[in-house]
Each structure stands twice: as structure tokens, then as C-alpha cells.
């Protein structure tokens, strides 16, 4: 199966409690040049490196990987685990789903 993020939003529908995503926090996806932030494999999953700066203003470094499925309505849902390699160096989970207009 086909995967394009290119430009699609999601939102966190549940999230570990050693996560740091909120019902506010929303993520875009966009190509940037040569830049590498993930890489994709054949059946779109997705292994990428990650650095936001959380709410207290600390830059947080983590691993995820995410596993994109299609929904009912052809919106996007991805199942995610992850690890900070910073910090505490937690591990969890999460579920996003792409957020339409």
C-alpha cells in the first residue's frame, strides 16, 4: 500500500503517560530538501529520529517508529513506539490520526 504524509495533519487520540503529546499537540508532515528527519519502508513504516522542544522549553531527543494503516473513511492512522534517549530515557506508546478539514 501507498503512503504520502506529505502535508497531512494528525493528532494524538492516546498517548503513554511518559509521552509529552496533548489533545492540542497536532503534527504536519512535509518533505524538507535532502534533509533526512525519517526513513520509509516498503509498507510505509516510518523510523525516524526526533528533537521538539517540550513545554518547559528543554529540547527533548528521541527513536520512533510508526506503522500507518488506512481508517474506514481513507484518513490515515499511525500506531507509534518510542523511546527518549534523553532525559529519563522512557519508552512508550502512541495513536495518531490524521485530522481533515
Not at 12 to 24: D, K, L, P, R
Not at 79 to 87: A, D, I, K, V
Not at 89 to 101: M, N, Q
Request: net charge negative.
Amino acid at each position: 500500500m501507498d503512503f504520502d504524509f506529505d502535508g497531512r495533519c494528525f493528532g494524538a487520540i492516546e498517548n503513554s503517560a511518559t509521552g509529552e503529546m496533548f489533545g492540542a499537540t497536532l503534527f504536519e508532515h512535509h518533505p524538507v530538501g535532502s534533509q533526512l528527519l525519517a526513513l520509509m519502508g516498503e509498507n510505509g513504516e516510518l523510523d525516524m529520529r526526533y528533537d521538539p522542544v517540550n513545554l518547559a522549553g528543554a529540547l527533548m531527543t528521541g527513536v520512533i517508529r510508526s506503522i500507518p494503516t488506512r481508517l474506514p473513511d481513507r484518513r490515515y492512522r499511525v500506531e507509534e513506539t518510542w523511546r527518549w534517549t534523553c532525559g529519563e530515557r522512557s519508552a512508550g506508546g502512541s495513536v495518531l490520526e490524521e485530522v481533515v478539514d
